[in-house]
T-cell receptor, first 111, second 113 residues
Framework: GQSLEQPSEVTAVEGAIVQINCTYQTSGFYGLSWYQQHDGGAPTFLSYNALDGLEETGRFSSFLSRSDSYGYLLLQELQMKDSASYFCAVRDEGGSYIPTFGRGTSLIVHP | EAQVTQNPRYLITVTGKKLTVTCSQNMNHEYMSWYRQDPGLGLRQIYYSMNVEVTDKGDVPEGYKVSRKEKRNFPLILESPSPNQTSLYFC????????????FGPGTRLTVT
């Protein structure tokens, strides 16, 4: 099976940069996804890394190190609307290719 | 508009009364999944389906059933609901080649008394 670890909560101020880490243990690792979920809403896909390195999409970037079984989501120029829960999710080759989700990190952005 | 729909959005029921939560997607996706979300536990997969008539258990399948008779629909059935199934439920779908990108429905908040 898989296990994922991410911090339960992170706080930051508007305009700052924040990094949300995710470590995983799985067999047959295929890739790491990130999702955002606002209170009362559905999770929405942010990014996916299959290879080592940094993927940038606007203010958000995601990084993966396969050798360290580690990834992170980097949010720059934080805005109040970035307050949400962020989930990392691992896709592996066991059973299905559908991601298994971590417990999520609650990001609180203060003015 | 590409979307995943779920019904009902809210449901309060009593222990033992069979219920079905419907899920439908209009993106012709092969993969569909059901998740439950509980505080502090993240999203846990209940069942998934890789195509019509192909379903398999996820991490927490006890007390649930699913079926996939048509590609677009993936209903979740609780034959005899119990209070520990009180939760927020999400249906999701994805294509075969981008299974890492799940499209989620709006969620169904279920309370079993």
């Amino acid at each position: 099976g898989q296990s994922l670890e991410q911090p339960s909560e992170v706080t930051a101020v508007e305009g700052a940069i924040v990094q949300i880490n995710c470590t995983y243990q799985t067999s047959g690792f295929y890739g790491l996804s990130w999702y955002q979920q606002h209170d009362g809403g559905a999770p929405t896909f942010l990014s996916y890394n299959a290879l080592d390195g940094l993927e940038e999409t606007g203010r958000f970037s995601s990084f993966l190190s396969r050798s360290d079984s580690y990834g992170y989501l980097l949010l720059q120029e934080l805005q109040m609307k970035d307050s949400a829960s962020y989930f990392c999710a691992v896709r592996d080759e066991g059973g299905s290719y559908i991601p298994t989700f971590g417990r999520g990190t609650s990001l609180i952005v203060h003015p | 508009e590409a979307q995943v729909t779920q019904n009902p959005r809210y449901l309060i029921t009593v222990t033992g009364k069979k219920l079905t939560v419907t899920c439908s997607q209009n993106m012709n996706h092969e993969y569909m999944s059901w998740y439950r979300q509980d505080p502090g536990l993240g999203l846990r997969q209940i069942y998934y389906s890789m195509n019509v008539e192909v379903t398999d258990k996820g991490d927490v399948p006890e007390g649930y059933k699913v079926s996939r008779k048509e590609k677009r629909n993936f209903p979740l059935i609780l034959e005899s609901p119990s209070p520990n199934q009180t939760s927020l439920y999400f249906c999701a779908s994805s294509s075969t080649d981008r299974s890492y990108e799940q499209y989620f429905g709006p969620g169904t908040r279920l309370t079993v008394t």
